[in-house]
């Protein structure tokens, strides 16, 4: 199983990035996927997940602000990050889950996870 997470990098204030987490060795469409952070110094956070049916769910923090999508001929995940803060900096993770539907925002639910790319958001 791999999860390669890119897209990440230096983004001023109220900026934009696009990350991209590219899944291989397990049923891709069967899985939900979801991507988490973790900034130095703090526990690891939920940010967004999408089932395999495509219904996305957020953190409160990014709502509005993220969005989350899937495209599971490619066997890939996004998410696009618009107006980006400070409190955004954090290393990226991207996760997968099988058939999750609930609990999305606890990363104990989840079975595999893929490498950080990293978010800095300069003020």
């Known amino acids: 199983v791999q999860l390669q997470a890119s897209g990440g990098g230096l983004v001023q204030f109220g900026g934009s990035l696009r990350l991209s987490c590219a899944a291989s060795g397990f049923t891709f469409g069967r899985y939900t996927m979801g991507w988490f952070r973790q900034a130095p110094g703090q526990e690891r956070e939920f940010v967004a997940a999408?089932?395999?049916?495509?219904?996305?769910s957020y953190a409160d923090s990014v709502k509005e602000r993220f969005a989350i999508s899937r495209d599971n001929p490619e066997n890939r995940v996004y998410l696009q990050m618009n107006s980006l803060k400070a409190e955004d900096t954090a290393a990226y993770y991207c996760?997968?889950?099988?058939?999750?539907?609930?609990?999305?925002?606890?990363?104990?639910?989840?079975?595999?996870w893929g490498q950080g790319t990293q978010v800095t958001v300069s003020s």
């Open positions: 999408i089932t395999w049916l495509g219904t996305p």
């Open positions: 996760t997968a889950a099988p058939r999750l539907y609930s609990g999305y925002d606890n990363g104990r639910n989840y079975a595999y």
